[in-house]
């Protein structure tokens, strides 16, 4: 075959891909009625008349112009402010696929309760094609995928989430595979709202909120829950980690992926900025990414990793020039803000900046007895190219090499502020067996202390079983893995105050940490872990209490052991899929203990 021909016959093929997309358009319109259909390029001109669209009809408040230029305020509507767990399925053929940590539903009964709730959902409205990939445009580890959304909230956000339109365009018609996610607000009813996935069929539907991770479809529901049932087919992984690059003083850098809970300070630690003396020493600190990672095995045999976003979706609380300056410095300009607080000037505000709130997250004249004047999930969305520290390597197409895993969650006592895995299976042991208290991320109980194994409670999209199994299998010959850690933040004292300042201090954590990878320390081998001996820590200069410093390294074996039962019961929820070297870990540990 001569080239001419070769290439007339690949043009055929894009075209054919591509009517594989134009006809689910279509048959999407047929069922949603909308009164327009527009497909997204992802131009600077697309985005400005979204933006003057929203301005007109009061979805976009546009912010004070000098102190925050180009940025906006979207309030949700206030039933619909969180992920919402309780109504996010995963629909599996067999129902023991989906496994105990989802709620699942038959494919062809998710099908059609949600058809109905589409059936004419769009009439009055645009329907927008969202192309985007998931990871740099160029990287073997990207993904793509499509949202169809009546929404121009979320093509806007979908915009600076991801790469999204006419370069994602080219690529899904170069390789005929996508994630099909289609998205209405539907009238925002909280009785009609599911989040539901079709990891078979690779697609989403999602009706009825206009919110974060309900919504924004190639973020948790595309580049989580589907994501992880591709890893586990194709041998990676995809997680609810951060990505951060941490280079010493002699100028080498080690990437550390860390899986942190929702609003359990990945963004935080993500855009770390190192005390002083660090500083001053030469140490600093590369985003790559805040909130997922995806990584797989290079010829090497150690994990590469990607963060598949381009954005930042942050929670706004807390964030200050004290908690996070890099944050502050990324959403200083160009940056949507949705459910935080104004002051008089129009200035985005919330709990943990200086100065007044005047209209609370719902336009109200704040007043105090409602509640904090900024919804506590309440979020910035921004371009991870504004990031100060926003890592070169972040746009690398084979990603960059992982060092060390961190597991850790919030835990009020028992958990020492940091700990290593004796090894592989020991590390997906304490990456299964993590517990957090539960945040304003989510609908429901703010405080309550659960199981989030790997931090994938939410977003795992199969049996937890089958995804440890998948985990240990990571360990084969040639494999180079990264040393896994747990640490606490949230560790407290009898005063119910945090007993570790947290933020930038935590560099000296993750310094304890590379120097174990580098061979550098030794260690306090304890039943649960290796323990960091005295000498090796840098506690140089900080304001600790001895009692503080005490307990945050203490090793209580009496609590370890109930913790470890607890475990144990946990992990025999999951039945027999459950690979028994874990449990034999846990019961080894729990033999030492006794
Ligand atoms: P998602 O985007 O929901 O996945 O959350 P995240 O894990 O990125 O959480 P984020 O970094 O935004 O932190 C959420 C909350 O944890 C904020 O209120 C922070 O102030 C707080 N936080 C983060 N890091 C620390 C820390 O080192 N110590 C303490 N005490 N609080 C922290
Ligand atoms: C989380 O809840 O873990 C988030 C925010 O990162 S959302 O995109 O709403 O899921
Ligand atoms: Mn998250």
Same mark, same amino acid.
């Given at each position: ?8 016959d690949?043009? @055929? ?5 591509? &009517? ?6 279509? !048959? ?33 408040? +546009?912010? *004070? ?34 496994g ?37 445009? =160029? ?8 949202? #169809? ?22 690529? #899904?018609?170069? $390789? ?35 919110y ?6 190639? @973020? ?9 049932w ?42 770390? #900025?190192?005390?002083?003396?660090? /500083?001053?020493?030469?140490? @600093? ?9 995806w ?9 590469? %990793? ?17 908690? *996070? ?18 002051? !008089? ?21 704040? =007043? ?25 390597? %972040?746009?690398? +197409?084979?990603?960059?090499? #992982? ?37 304003? &991320? %989510? ?21 937890f ?25 949230? /560790? ?6 945090f ?9 000296r ?8 990878v ?6 306090? $081998?304890?039943?649960?872990?290796r323990?960091?001996? @005295? ?8 304001a ?17 052991? %109930? ?10 929820s ?9 449990? !034999?870990e ?9």
């Amino acid at each position: 075959m001569n080239a001419a021909i070769s290439s007339v016959d690949e043009n @055929k093929t894009a075209r054919s891909r591509l &009517a594989r997309l134009n006809d689910w358009v279509a !048959q999407t319109a047929a069922l949603t009625r909308p009164d327009a259909v527009q497909w997204c390029d992802g131009s600077d001109a697309e985005y400005a008349a979204l933006l003057e669209l929203m301005q007109k009809d009061g979805s976009l408040l +546009p912010l *004070n112009p000098d102190t925050h230029p180009r940025s906006w305020l979207h309030r949700s509507d206030p039933r619909d402010v969180a992920r919402v767990e309780h109504l996010t399925f995963v629909c599996t053929s067999e129902k023991d696929a989906a496994g105990p940590n989802n709620h699942w539903m038959a494919p062809a009964d998710g099908h059609r309760k949600m058809d109905e709730l589409f059936a004419g959902c769009m009439r009055g409205r645009t329907l927008y094609v969202i192309p985007y990939c998931m990871g740099p445009i =160029d990287s073997p580890l990207a993904r793509c995928g499509v949202e #169809i959304t009546d929404s121009p909230y979320v093509v806007v956000n979908m915009r600076m989430m991801t790469r999204m339109g006419a370069a994602a365009l080219t690529r #899904i018609e170069t $390789e005929g595979s996508f994630v099909k996610g289609l998205h209405s607000t539907g009238e925002l009813d909280p009785d009609r709202r599911f989040i539901m996935h079709f990891p078979e069929e690779l697609s989403i539907k999602s009706y009825g909120s206009g919110y974060g991770g309900n919504a924004l479809l190639g @973020k948790k529901c595309h580049a989580l829950r589907i994501a992880s049932w591709q890893a586990r087919q194709e041998g990676w992984l995809a997680e609810h980690m951060l990505i951060v690059g941490i280079e010493n003083p002699r100028g080498e850098t080690h990437y550390i992926a860390a899986a942190f809970p929702s609003a359990c300070g990945k963004t935080n630690l993500a855009m770390l #900025i190192p005390p002083e003396s660090y /500083r001053d020493a030469g140490w @600093k600190v590369w985003t790559v990414g805040d909130d997922i990672c995806w990584m797989r095995p290079g010829a090497d045999g150690r994990l590469y %990793a990607i963060n598949p976003e381009a954005g930042f979706f942050g929670v706004a609380p807390g964030t200050s020039a004290n908690s *996070n300056p890099n944050a502050l410095a990324c959403i200083s300009h160009d940056t949507i803000f949705t459910n935080v607080a104004l002051t !008089q000037d129009n200035q985005p505000w919330w709990e943990g900046l200086e100065g007044t709130p005047a209209l609370d997250w719902q336009g109200r004249a704040y =007043d105090p007895a409602n509640g904090p004047a900024a919804h506590p999930n309440s979020r910035f969305t921004v371009s991870a190219r504004q990031c100060p520290s926003y890592s070169p390597r %972040a746009e690398d +197409p084979q990603g960059v090499p #992982i060092s060390a895993i961190v597991f850790g969650g919030r835990r009020p006592s028992l958990v020492p502020l940091v700990f290593e895995a004796r090894d592989w299976t020991h590390g997906v042991l304490v990456g299964a067996s993590m517990g957090s208290e539960t945040t304003a &991320a %989510a609908t429901g109980a703010v405080g309550v202390m659960r199981r989030d194994p790997m931090a994938m409670k939410p977003f795992c999209g199969y049996n937890f079983a089958d995804y440890f199994t998948h985990w240990l299998g990571f360990e084969k010959p040639g494999a180079q893995l990264p040393k896994v850690f747990h640490v606490n933040w949230f /560790r407290k004292g009898a005063d119910g105050q945090f007993l570790w300042p947290g933020f930038g201090e935590n560099l000296r954590v993750l310094e304890w940490m590379i120097e174990r990878v580098e061979g550098r320390v030794g260690a306090e $081998e304890t039943a649960v872990g290796r323990f960091p001996a @005295k000498a090796d820590f840098n506690l140089e200069g900080l304001a600790l209490s001895a009692e503080a410093a005490e307990e945050l390294f203490a090793f209580h074996p009496g609590e370890w052991k %109930a913790e470890l039962l607890e475990i144990g019961d946990y992990l025999a929820s999951y039945g027999d899929g459950m690979p028994p070297r874990l449990q !034999q870990e846990a019961s080894h540990i729990l033999s030492i203990l006794e």
